[in-house]
Each structure stands twice: as C-alpha cells, then as structure tokens.
C-alpha cells in the first residue's frame, strides 16, 4: 500500500463494546490517522458508559481521540444522525463490530450512535465496513452476518475463529487487515479471502 493511500480520506470510524478487541482497533485507527486519513470516531453506548476489565471508558475516550487526532467523539443518536446529510464520512468502518450490533444492523433496528451513524452514512450509499467480533457467529448470529454479506455497499474485514476449541462459535476480524479492506471498499470491491482459518 502507498503511504499516501490514505491521505485526506474522511473515514468514520465506529466502535462497539467487544472490549477485548478494543486495542487492536485503536491501534488500526492510530495507523489510519498516520497515514494521512481524517478519522471521525463515533462509540455505542456501551463504549461511552461502561468500564471492564479492559480499561475504563474515561481511558477508552483518551485513547480514541489520542488514537484519532479528532476533537470529539460522536457518543450520541442526535451527534450521529447528520453524518449522512452533511456527508462527514467517504466511508464507515465499524471495528470491532459486536454481535448485537450486527443483528440490529441486519434488521433494520437502528438505536445506538454507531447503528444511526451507518445507516445515515448508508443513505448515501456510502460503503461501509464491518469488522466482526462476536461469540455467536456461527450460531445465533450465522444468518445475519449472511444478510449483510448480501447487501450492497457493506464489505466484510476478513474473519476467522479465534478459539476453535474453546469457543467454537466465536468469530473475529483480523484487524491488521483494516486497511486493505478500505482500499478495496473503497474501489467497490470485497476484499478475499474473507473467511480464515483462523484469528
């Protein structure tokens, strides 16, 4: 990839409370921002309320905007809702993408920051990325991860399982490949391979 594949790209970029992927994604969007891109974060509810074991959410908010180089981060329904009117984004990115998130997106459900947010930038149709990590991507939310998979506009990280023998149903994106996955959105194309061996 050029250095500069990236420069002055106006990328939103969300978040979703998989709290154990939350570092490789900010560590993708601190290397987006060094390539030049205009990053704006946006993070669900979960992310902007709840402290885990991983960090607390004042810590996540530091490192988002220190990651970003933004000014704010869009933590609400109404902040997120004129992404697609104004065209603030040429393309979303939602990493990690939790389950729940997926199943709503997939349904229509659109009540978080990062659900408004897709579906404004979707309005557009603007492509929009998704990085899974869920414990149910092979059971529960199998057919929904499908339905996006053939929707227009919606490309897929690369995703494998991260624990096949002990948690046989997870799936997670692999990270490092954020932005070859946007390169290719970018172009109308879905990265390949999409499914891994293994996370």
């Not at 939602?94 to 389950?99: R, V």
């Not at 939310?141 to 096949?164: C, R």
Request: aromatic residues 6%; glycine residues 8%.
């Amino acid at each position: 990839m050029e250095q500069n594949a990236f420069a002055g790209k106006k990328i939103g970029f969300a978040l979703t409370g998989s709290f154990c992927t939350l570092d490789l994604a900010v560590t993708q969007m601190a290397a987006l921002h060094q390539l030049g891109a205009q990053i704006l974060p946006v993070i669900s509810y979960h992310v902007r309320d709840m402290d885990s074991r991983f960090g607390t959410a004042e810590y996540w908010r530091k490192r988002i905007l220190d990651a970003s180089g933004a000014e704010q981060i869009i933590d609400n329904i109404p902040d997120a809702e004129p992404i697609g009117p104004k065209r603030l984004c040429e393309i979303m990115l939602i990493a990690p993408c939790t389950g729940n998130t997926i199943s709503k997106l997939a349904n229509g459900v659109i009540d978080t920051p990062v659900l408004l947010a897709a579906k404004s930038h979707l309005r557009n149709a603007g492509p929009l990325v998704i990085a899974v990590a869920t414990n149910d991507g092979l059971s529960a939310n199998a057919k929904n991860i499908g339905k996006l998979l053939n929707y227009k506009h919606i490309y897929f990280v690369p995703f494998g399982q991260d624990n096949p023998m002990g948690k046989p149903n997870s799936l997670v994106a692999h990270m490092d490949q954020i932005p070859q996955t946007l390169e290719a959105a970018f172009a109308g194309k879905q990265i390949q391979p999409i499914l891994t061996c293994q996370a």
